[in-house]
């Protein structure tokens, strides 16, 4: 089974700080993504990523940055936590482009 | 740009009752389709998916979805329900060569009461 790990499940931080959310997938996938969950909006893209070192922007990439310097490894960072990015963040990866997306479990920040 | 649209944002049903969750997308050009379920505090996964060839599709616990290109719809159905489908219902669009990239419906919370 494809397992995608998230480096937290709840996580709190306040205004101002820099934070990584953490990603691991271990079905060397080429793709993986990250979202965000917001209620009525759905999932959103913010950045995607095709191959080690490569990184697009999608939807919502503002305020947000990325790195996969590993192909199971995608980091989201936020380089100055603000309020509006309180939700849920998703990561997920897939082995091609007509394939299943894999998601992990989701990682709940609140910005205070 | 592709954008999908689920028409109800809550539905809530009683135990065995069948059910339909709306979705429609908005370009006519070569997609694939998606329905992921989310239960209560886990990630996403996949439910089903149109790919190519026949139009109707099927879940292993008895979800169907059929793609209509006329009308651009991948509606999800469900003949009897149980409480167990309670969940959020999330239909998506990913269009040929973009590497997996998929936009998402806004969800729709199904509620299955006994």
């Known amino acids: 089974d494809v397992k995608v790990t998230q480096s937290s499940r709840y996580l709190v931080k306040r205004t101002g700080e820099k934070v990584f959310l953490e990603c691991v997938q271990d079905m060397d996938h080429e793709n993986m993504f990250w979202y965000r969950q917001d209620p009525g909006l759905g999932l959103r893209l913010i950045y995607f990523s095709y191959d080690v070192k490569m990184k697009e922007k999608g939807d919502i990439p503002e305020g947000y940055s990325v790195s996969r310097e590993k192909k199971e490894r995608f980091s989201l960072i936020l380089e100055s936590a603000s309020t509006n990015q309180t939700s849920m963040y998703l990561c997920?990866?897939?082995?091609?482009?007509?394939?299943?997306?894999?998601f992990g479990p989701g990682t709940r920040l609140l910005v205070l | 740009a592709q954008s999908v649209t689920q028409l109800d944002s809550q539905v809530p049903v009683f135990e065995e009752a069948p059910v339909e969750l709306r979705c429609n997308y908005s370009s006519s050009v070569s997609v694939y389709l998606f329905w992921y379920v989310q239960y209560p505090n886990q990630g996403l996964q996949l439910l089903l998916k149109?790919?190519?060839?026949?139009?109707l599709v099927e879940s292993i616990n008895g979800f169907e979805a059929e793609f209509n290109k006329s009308q651009t719809s991948f509606h999800l159905r469900k003949p009897s329900v149980h409480i167990s489908d309670t969940a959020e219902y999330f239909c998506?669009?990913?269009?040929?060569?973009?590497?997996?990239?998929?936009?998402f419906g806004q969800g729709t919370e199904l509620s299955v009461k006994p």
């Open positions: 149109y790919l190519s060839g026949s139009t």
């Open positions: 998506a669009v990913s269009d040929y060569n973009q590497g997996g990239k998929l936009i």
């Open positions: 997920a990866s897939t082995l091609a482009d007509q394939e299943t997306q894999y």
